[in-house]
């Protein structure tokens, strides 16, 4: 299976600032017809989560501009620009090139 | 809206079986694919399975294969997962997700499997 290895586990923020997730693969995510199917998700306490990127840097609709994702192969990073309150919970990457899909160990996002 | 209403979690005997139903609505069921991920309590997410827009080829994670059976109706918009041979370790809070990419996730619900 695909491990997909998230850095840090835990990620103390002030309101504001920017922040970065790292998300990599122990395999390259870049499928034979070319696309890199790797996503993004974020989950607030007692909620469901909710995707925000999908193929790498697609924002999906209504998720905020201030999320952005990129990267290449097997290195990648979900970056926000100034974190929002809201924005606090976990976050998962989550590859879905290879069989059996899987997610990252997921980042806690808190306000400092 | 996309609306995912799963249901059909409750307490269970390791051994024992439940069935999970999905209930979709506000898009064309039928034209996607469809999938299940859980969520042990406290835990971290794990896709489970997956099943294609004609029900063909439902592929799954290794630690349920052979005792959980994912399928659909098309004609009543639904979901199923049929879980067999159930295990503590079985124990989360059980997704319905759309597409392939999983854009959209139902509420969830239960799954707790204990003596």
């Known amino acids: 299976d695909v491990v997909m290895t998230q850095s840090p586990l835990s990620l103390p923020v002030t309101l504001g600032q920017p922040a970065s997730i790292s998300c990599r693969s122990s395999?390259?995510?870049?499928?034979?017809?070319?696309?890199?199917?790797l996503s993004w998700f974020h989950q607030r306490p007692g909620q469901s989560p909710r995707r925000l990127i999908y193929?790498?840097?697609n924002r999906d609709s209504g998720v905020p501009d201030r999320f952005s994702g990129s990267g290449s192969g097997t290195d990648f990073t979900l970056k926000i620009s100034r974190v929002e309150a809201e924005d606090v919970g976990v976050y998962y990457c989550?590859?879905?090139?290879?069989?059996?899909?899987?997610f990252g160990q997921g980042t806690k996002v808190e306000i400092k | 809206e996309v609306q995912l209403l799963e249901s059909g979690g409750g307490l269970v005997q390791p051994g024992g079986s439940l069935r999970l139903s999905c209930a979709a609505s506000?898009?064309?069921?039928?034209?996607?694919?469809m999938g299940w991920v859980r969520q042990p309590p406290g835990k971290g997410l794990e896709w489970v399975s997956l099943?294609?827009?004609?029900?063909?080829?439902?592929t799954y994670v290794d630690s349920v294969r052979g005792r959980f059976t994912v399928s659909r109706d098309n004609f009543k918009d639904t979901l199923y997962l049929e879980m067999n041979s159930l295990r503590t370790e079985d124990t989360a809070i059980y997704y319905c997700?759309?597409?392939?990419?999983?854009?959209?996730w139902g509420q969830g619900t239960l799954v707790t499997v204990t003596s």
């Open positions: 989550m590859q879905y090139t290879h069989w059996p899909r899987t």
């Open positions: 099943i294609y827009t004609a029900a063909i080829g439902p």
């Open positions: 997700a759309k597409g392939g990419g999983l854009d959209s």
């Open positions: 193929r790498v840097s």
């Open positions: 506000g898009f064309a069921f039928s034209k996607y694919d």
């Open positions: 395999q390259s995510l870049v499928h034979f017809n070319g696309d890199t199917y």
